[in-house]
């Protein structure tokens, strides 16, 4: 039986500022972590090219690899909060430890969710009105791209009451999948749990502490945009100096060292309140004092 911790909505804003902290006492090492696998993804797009006939399987192969990576990560943000430097072996150290098919795993929910909403759609809205969507859209392009103005016409008789139904319960399903998964990784690894049991515990966890999940993407979305924005305006100058191509890789591995180890912080201080041994504290913040479920 999981103990499942309720923290306050404000919680949301302590995980992000603990993913932030974390990075702040490692910045090089984590960044690093993150710009390899960055690295090691381009290398793999790269075979995929010259390859064409591989493509597909070079492509599943990064979906699979993501949770592995993700974990990496989860392992490197906790040595720094252990007091320890990461080094690039943590990315494997999963691997190693033997959860590389737990964490695969992590993935089926996904897969299912794809394969349930793409035949809901054919229920729902029918083959004949997704061909003639399909058509319309491409009118529309086509209009657009000629620099002219869509004719309303050509949305008479779209079905458009049965697409917001499905998009409502694709929005609805989305959800419940990235919860499932928001804090089951770090179950796996640090807690032993099984996988199926850390998803539903993740789940569990996340819709106790629905507030705080609310606060956490507002912010973690507001604080993506301006990284983004911020490191593309650096781009746009430096590719005046070393061209648009090394530029746009540039910005996107700057990207990718920031944005990934906040992440992984931000899952491990949300794991260590809600399910974990005791609440984190993130530095510079007071404790909270979250009651307990049983579930």
Known sequence: ????????????????????????????????????????????????????????????????????????????????????????????????????????ITLLPQFAAALVMGALLFVLVGTEQLQHLADVYQKMQAIAEAGGQPDPSLVEGLPAGRLLLWLLLVTIVFVAVKWMTFVASPQILFSGTRVMDAMRNSLRACAQNWPAMLVFYLLAGIAIFAIGMGSFMVALLLQLLLGPLIAMALWQFTLMAVVMPVLAGAAYTAWQQMLGEGTAITPGLPASSPSRIEV
């Not at 399987?57 to 979906?63: F, K, T, Y």
């Not at 990496?72 to 943590?90: C, I, Y």
């Open 1 to 104: 039986m999981s103990t499942i911790n309720k923290v306050p909505a404000s919680a949301g804003a302590e995980w992000l500022l603990g993913g932030f902290a974390l990075l702040k006492r490692a910045p090089l090492p984590l960044a690093t972590l993150a710009v390899l696998w960055g690295l090691v993804s381009m290398a793999v797009m790269l075979v995929a090219v010259m390859l064409p006939a591989a493509m597909l399987a070079m492509q599943l192969l990064l979906v699979l690899a993501g949770p592995l990576f993700f974990a990496g990560m989860l392992w490197a943000v906790r040595e720094v909060d252990q007091g320890r430097t990461p080094v690039p072996s943590n990315l494997v150290q999963p691997v190693r430890d033997g959860h590389a098919l737990a964490l695969v």
